[in-house]
């Protein structure tokens, strides 16, 4: 029967430590409820007073909860009350899509944070095939499967449909 050595004991405590640490940060990273199917309630439309609890500047940025809040905040009235232009509190431009291109189920796809002139985003995903890149807090884009859809780097750049 082996006996452990010091040597090794301390080689094992570091691994799981190590563990530990790169899971916890993956899990502060990437939140456990993106690829979770969310299905719009129509009966919570007209409750919601306010799409953003907080103001969100050219410069800050959402933590993934908060941004999950308000897109779904923001797909429930533009879906039910077929209604795009959002409130004083978040209203961003959707170009390249309308309310018939959104659908009653989705998921979030992804999250990324500020950078230099670059706003946080949101990347969410419907049922029916359609991206949303919520660029916060400037505008929502729609991206196409097949290209992709980064926010802009300065805001005075807008999209122009094709």
């Given at each position: 029967m082996?006996k452990?050595?010091?040597i ?6 570091t691994?799981v430590?190590?563990?530990g640490?790169i899971?916890f940060?993956?899990r ?5 409820n993106?690829?979770?199917?969310h ?7 007209h409750?919601?007073?306010k799409?953003?609890d907080?103001f969100l500047?050219a410069i800050?940025?959402p933590?993934?909860?908060?941004a999950e ?6 797909i ?7 209604d795009l232009?959002?409130d004083?509190?978040?209203?961003p ?5 309308n309310?018939?291109?959104l ?5 979030i796809i ?7 002139r670059?706003?946080?985003?949101l ?5 029916n095939?359609?991206l949303l890149?919520?660029?916060f807090s400037?505008m ?9 859809c980064?926010?802009?780097y ?5 999209p122009?449909?094709?």
């Amino acid at each position: 029967m082996n006996k452990l050595t010091p040597i090794s004991m301390i080689r094992i405590l570091t691994l799981v430590i190590t563990l530990g640490l790169i899971y916890f940060l993956l899990r502060f990273a990437f939140p456990v409820n993106f690829l979770k199917t969310h299905i719009v309630d129509c009966n919570q439309a007209h409750k919601i007073t306010k799409i953003s609890d907080n103001f969100l500047s050219a410069i800050g940025d959402p933590s993934p909860n908060e941004a999950e809040i308000i897109a779904q905040r923001y797909i429930t009235k533009a879906f039910c009350l077929n209604d795009l232009k959002g409130d004083n509190s978040f209203s961003p431009k959707p170009y390249f899509f309308n309310v018939s291109n959104l659908s009653s189920k989705y998921q979030i796809i992804g999250y990324h944070g500020a950078g230099l002139r670059s706003p946080g985003s949101l990347r969410v995903k419907f049922d029916n095939g359609t991206l949303l890149n919520f660029c916060f807090s400037r505008m929502v884009i729609n991206c196409n499967q097949a290209q992709e859809c980064d926010c802009p780097y300065d805001f005075n750049w807008e999209p122009k449909p094709k």
